[in-house]
């Protein structure tokens, strides 16, 4: 192995995954004055697929980083209203202005994620995308003390570091090699078909719930709506896989005849793409040189659309514990994630087994914004801004 070139030979923190989660964990980091490498196996501003929606907590974590502006100005339209169709009922709820947020949004990946890319940039973070890691190297007290790199060319390096961080999503390369076990695992998911359409007139969020089915409807950038179509896991063979459109706009109006009218009236933009499914995990997220961010260590069904946020949320909370360097930063870390988390772990389950009347999916909401409620007044109170110790 050689050492990379042009690359420095030793980092603070390599970071493997250049979405939400590791972008802004090397923002923070580069912020405070750590020398920081962040890679990606994908293009600079590919997509993803996504919920989009930010909670209080991630906009308030924009907002406080100096983000929020950068993400508004690519036409991201501001949310200020919920609405949740409970079949025919429809209870809408207002953004209260709380923590410095007046609005919600929820941008495309392709603005979020280079936005928070840029930000580590700026900040001092080296970047590279078109790299895949190919290994974790341990010293002879197992502890990771570096990772081997393969860029588009097929060279092969070796870097040293003091932490790897593996923000690499659900089936994260990391959390395999250094054999991070998950220690809860849901048994149910939901399986989703979703696209994004033009000329489709909707205030604000719109979440719909009817017998074993849901439907959301998302304002993302340039007037474009996220519409998704959502059923359990086991349905979505039987309902989608012979003909994806028919499914969609079978459970769009199963949910609610006027939105499956309304969104059949409106443009697809591009083509309708399906998610089969997967269950979620809290996994191990520390151990001697190595942690975990975004759903590398936490992944939970998208059906409640806080993703982004936990992504965002942990990536402040891991930033903290590396700069802090003490002996159990990093196990505070995991604490401190499992206990804002597992409550929105536990009531997303429940969501997303549709194991439910309308009257106990209406009180699963009840327990899902008060999670909320005390997670983006945890984050509200985090001391002021971070520094490398010394």
Known sequence: MQLLDPFRSRYDAVIVGARCAGAATAFLLARAGAKVLLVDRQAYGSDTMST????RTGVLQLHRWGLLPMVM?????????TTFHYDQEALRLSIKP???????????????????????????AEVRHGVLLTDVEFDSRGQVVGVRLRDAGGREFAVRCDVVIGADGRQSTVAKLVNAEAYAECVSSSACVF?????????????????????GVIPTNHGQHCVFASVPTE?????????????FYRILEANSPKLRKDVGSAHLVGRLR????????????????????????????????????????DAELL???????????????????????????DVTEAIASFRWSLDEVKYLHTQL?????????HVAGLSAPMTLAA
């Open 52 to 55: 989009h929606a930010l909670m």
């Open 73 to 81: 100005a690519e036409a991201t339209s501001e949310i200020r209203c």
């Open 98 to 124: 709380e923590h410095g947020v007046s609005y919600l949004c929820a941008p495309r990946r392709t603005v979020l994620d280079r936005v928070l890319v840029d930000a580590a940039c700026k900040a001092g």
């Open 195 to 215: 696209g994004y359409f033009e000329n489709l007139y909707r205030d604000g969020l719109h979440w719909h719930f009817a017998e074993n089915v849901a439907a």
């Open 235 to 247: 349905a979505f063979a039987g309902i989608f896989r012979k003909n994806v459109e028919s499914g």
């Open 274 to 313: 399906g998610f089969a499914g997967a269950r979620g995990h809290l996994r191990k997220s520390h151990g001697p040189g190595w942690a975990l961010v975004g759903d590398a260590g936490y992944f939970k069904d998208p059906l409640t659309a806080h993703g982004i946020t936990d992504a965002l949320r």
């Open 319 to 345: 930033a903290r514990a590396v700069l802090d360097g003490g002996s159990g930063a990093l196990a505070a870390y995991q604490s401190e994630r499992d206990a804002l988390s597992r409550s929105l772990f």
């Open 369 to 377: 914004s008060a999670s909320m409620r005390a997670e983006a007044d």
